[in-house]
């Protein structure tokens, strides 16, 4: 993967070179380069669809149609795709587009945010509209892009008070959360996950060995003693 995006970055960068600086010998090695990576990409997914097809299918993204994720979804479940898109012809500057899908409904809207813009009103640019929809379910969370790395249900649903951290209403309050790497990942998991057996809820927390004096209490090693 890496050897395909050096190979991309390397043909994109000699394709915005003035005319009178290109040179097309360079530009057809580094073609000839990004088209190598990307058999040796496509080899590596064959095989991993032969082998591990489990693992293709939940890794891979495969687009699945609005009534077959519907037909996967409990009554109390909600499907959210947030697809964090760069600017392009139909968007002038980059944009979210919000996806809701629960078993009889399916609705979207437009979130002026995106890449690495990350505020305080994230919530309300990305759910504000689609609240109705997910009131009550657990939602199964696919997103995008930058948004990959945010922790969605650290998100406050309510403009806070004051701050006393333990009093804001953080989005995990409301609803039970999965993250899921596609939409087609439901189906996969329909197909081979089991019910549990367990009798009783679990609530774990990790508590990795952070940097300083790892004799302090509030320094993970402390807690290894």
Request: proline share 4%.
């Amino acid at each position: 993967i890496e050897q395909w995006r050096a190979a991309d970055r390397a043909l994109e960068a000699a394709a915005r070179l003035p005319e009178n600086q290109r040179d097309e010998a360079a530009e057809t090695a580094k073609t000839k380069a990004r088209t190598s990576a990307d058999a040796k990409l496509q080899a590596i997914n064959a095989r991993l669809a032969n082998e591990f097809p489990e693992y293709q299918s939940l890794n891979i993204s495969q687009p699945l149609k609005i009534n077959d994720v519907q037909s996967l979804l409990r009554r109390d479940e909600a499907m959210v795709l947030i697809q964090d898109l760069a600017a392009t012809a139909q968007f002038e500057t980059a944009t979210t587009l919000v996806w809701v899908i629960t078993k009889d409904a399916a609705t979207w809207k437009q979130a002026a945010i995106g890449g690495q813009e990350m505020a305080n009103q994230v919530y309300r640019k990305l759910f504000g509209g689609l609240e109705a929809t997910i009131r009550g379910k657990q939602s199964l969370i696919v997103s995008t892009g930058a948004l990959t790395k945010l922790p969605f249900q650290a998100l406050i649903t309510e403009t806070p008070i004051s701050n006393d951290y333990a009093k804001a209403a953080w989005l995990m309050k409301r609803h039970a959360m999965t993250t899921l790497p596609a939409v087609s990942a439901l189906a996969s998991l329909r197909r081979i996950a089991k019910p549990s057996a367990a009798k009783s809820l679990m609530l774990g927390f990790g508590n990795p060995l952070h940097d300083g004096d790892q004799g302090r209490p509030d320094c993970g090693a402390y807690y290894k003693k």
